[in-house]
T-cell receptor, first 112, second 113 residues
């Protein structure tokens, strides 16, 4: 089955700096890679996703890159703000399967 | 914006008791899921459900677990005889046909004593 590894497990940045979170996956059949943000005690919320037919996707301060050959994908947050502080999860799935396999999560702390 | 709703928000039960967690998926969604998250850990897939049957399940989803769609709106997760290690947040999710995006509910926190 799919295995998703996520690094780092914690990340502390100053407000205004950039944050980068990296994930690797094992199943070459995976073709859908969402990123979820989870605030303390809340549900995971989708912030951006990418499909395997593109290498990069951007939405305002958030971008995701995908390297299919190396089987890794990354989340980039620019101009970080204190409200970006949360746990971020990457995930992977394929069209045939229904399940998302999540990474271990990254606790991002943005210091004002 | 349509939401996935879950009840109860928090349930405390004794070990060995049966628990039923309820979910109302988004009305036009056809694929339903249960995930769980042990405190401080990653979100783990339990089961997916489509067309009134299980389409995939993980190793966690053993004989103690079952799912049901008893009517046109509810989707339930039953744990027959709870264990201490079943303590977790259980998230229901749904998606519409042809889409990858999962919408999660707010979760049901299960505490087994």
């Amino acid at each position: 089955g799919e295995n998703v590894e996520q690094h780092p497990s914690t990340l502390s940045v100053q407000e205004g700096d950039s944050a980068v979170i990296k994930c690797t996956y094992s199943d070459s059949a995976s073709n859908y890679f969402p990123w979820y943000k989870q605030e303390l005690g809340k549900r995971p919320q989708l912030i951006i996703d990418i499909r395997s037919n593109v290498g990069e996707k951007k939405d305002q301060r958030i971008a995701v890159t995908l390297n299919k050959t190396a089987k890794h994908f990354s989340l980039h947050i620019t101009e970080t703000q204190p409200e970006d502080s949360a746990v971020y999860f990457c995930a992977a799935s394929n069209n045939a399967g229904n399940m998302l396999t999540f990474g271990g999560g990254t606790r991002l702390m943005v210091k004002p | 914006e349509p939401e996935v709703t879950q009840t109860p928000s928090h349930q405390v039960t004794q070990m060995g008791q049966e628990v039923i967690l309820r979910c109302v998926p988004i009305s036009n969604h056809l694929y339903f899921y249960w995930y769980r998250q042990i405190l401080g850990q990653k979100v783990e897939f339990l089961v997916s459900f489509y067309n009134n049957e299980i389409s995939e399940k993980s190793e966690i989803f053993d004989d103690q677990f079952s799912v049901e769609r008893p009517d046109g709106s509810n989707f339930t997760l039953k744990i027959r005889s709870t264990k201490l290690e079943d303590s977790a947040m259980y998230f229901c999710a749904s998606r519409e046909s042809g889409a990858n995006v999962l919408t999660f509910g707010a979760g049901s926190r299960l505490t087994v004593l």
